[in-house]
Nanobody, 116 residues
């Protein structure tokens, strides 16, 4: 059974920082990453990392402010978010892709609120 457990969301003032964590279990994963969904908007990718190539991807809106990292052996991924803006307010979801099936799994989401 695949399980993703997120932590680290909260309320922060603009310009502040937060660090999200996600631990996945139950399978071997090729990719892990973060998505977010703001009220009234569709879910969008924030950043992801490929455990095989160690390549990373960032949405243009977070480049230079967010950093994705992790531990492949522990199936754990982090998202360090600096210089946060009110536009970053959203529910952040961890996602993981199973290597053998390419099926994607999602965490329950963690709220990030940035006040102006």
């Amino acid at each position: 059974q695949v399980r993703l457990v997120e932590s680290g969301g909260g309320l922060v003032q603009a310009g502040g920082s937060l660090r999200l964590s996600c631990a996945a279990s139950g399978r071997t994963f090729s990719n892990m990453g973060w998505f977010r969904q703001a009220p009234g908007k569709t879910r969008e990718v924030v950043a992801h990392i490929n455990w095989i190539t160690l390549s990373t991807y960032y949405a243009e809106s977070v480049k230079g402010r967010f950093t994705i990292s992790g531990d492949n052996a522990k199936n754990t991924v982090f998202l360090q978010m600096n210089s946060l803006k009110p536009d970053d307010t959203a529910v952040y979801y961890c996602a993981a892709r199973v290597t053998s099936s390419n099926n994607d799994y999602w965490g329950q989401g963690t709220q990030v609120t940035v006040s102006s």
